[in-house]
């Protein structure tokens, strides 16, 4: 199948606004995890002070974590579907939490501007047209020393880890997600994995594009060798300057 990009992409989120939440709920450890890669970006103190991008927040799971890990940070959650961003508003939020509609590419458009001490992002790159692009941008966005933590699906490699993806998406995600009229959406999320680089292949993607510290940390249960939070650190050259 072709993978949905861009505007096709964020129609199929708009549809699946409606029951995505739903779906979340049935994936066992789903926000424990997200809490956890929240966790490993290391911010100190709660993220007193500290401003964070929840770069393609959905329906606000993403951000949740962020809110309960760093209670301190002011938090910018951006996404490009208007129905997705229509869901996670609608819920209630402290007042350190703002959603702006966006896609990765368009921050600049929209008034998202740096500098920012850490860029939170979830299940968005394997979804780019060009996530070296993103990436470049993320870079651009976050301060000196500023921290990445990338909460994806990337696949270890090992065919075993690959069979468990298909058959979880075979079995369950994709009957189930077929049944609510959002099949389309989902039949891409499952390619869009196997597609996607192996946590391997990221990581050195995310050096070349200009950070360091680089560390690829497993996630428990079902989904380990499955999805990975990536964490890093925007490189410099120098104590002088930026590249």
Known sequence: MTLLRDADLAAAFDLAARSY????????????HLRRSARRLGLPDGGHGMRVLDLGCGTGASTAALAAVLPGAEITAVDASAGMLERAAAKPWPDNVTFVRASAEGLARAGVEGPFDA?????LFRNAADPDAVLATVRDLL??????????YTLSGRAAHRAVWTAVCGGFVLPVATALGDGRLYRHLWR?????DTAGEFAARVRAAGFDHVRVLPL?????GITHTFVARRELLDTAGDR
Not at 220 to 224: A, D, E, H, S, V
């Open 21 to 32: 939440d739903t779906l979340v709920a049935a994936n066992p450890g789903y926000h424990a």
């Open 192 to 196: 869009s994995v196997v597609d996607f």
């Open 119 to 123: 860029v939170f992002a979830a299940y």
């Open 220 to 224: 428990p249960g079902w989904q380990t």
């Open 143 to 152: 301060g000196p020393h500023g921290r990445l933590a990338v909460h994806e």
